[in-house]
Nanobody, 122 residues
């Protein structure tokens, strides 16, 4: 069974930073594109960022550009989301997802992690 395991969430003050990690152990999925999505209470799950298998191309939601950066270390089978200048509205459960190629539509993703909570206090 494919597993994506997120970590790194927590409570942070506004203006602070967090780095989320998403680790995979299944060899096929290791070579997939990865993405981060987030879901705030009462809201739909929204696209945050995605990255190709090679890491050569990344895509970030327009509203998050300049603050959030996705990257990956294929030697460690891990994808990261660096989040800087965090705001209370960034509070959400953050999910890692995988599919063969990058996409912004959450319905296109085949595999999902369990999510990690990020809470930003004002």
């Amino acid at each position: 069974q494919v597993q994506l395991v997120e970590s790194g969430g927590g409570l942070v003050q506004a203006g602070g930073s967090l780095r989320l990690s998403c680790a995979t152990s299944e060899r096929t999925v290791n070579s997939y594109a990865k993405a981060w999505f987030r879901q705030a209470p009462g809201k739909e799950r929204e696209f945050v960022a995605s990255i190709t298998w090679s890491g050569a191309s990344t895509y970030t939601a327009d509203s998050l550009k300049g603050r959030f950066t996705i990257s990956r270390d294929n030697a460690k089978n891990t994808v990261y989301l660096q989040m800087n200048s965090l705001k209370p509205e960034d509070t959400a459960v953050y999910y890692c997802a995988a599919r063969r190629t990058v996409h912004e539509d959450r319905y296109e993703y085949d595999y999902w992690g369990q999510g990690t909570q990020v809470t930003v206090s004002s």
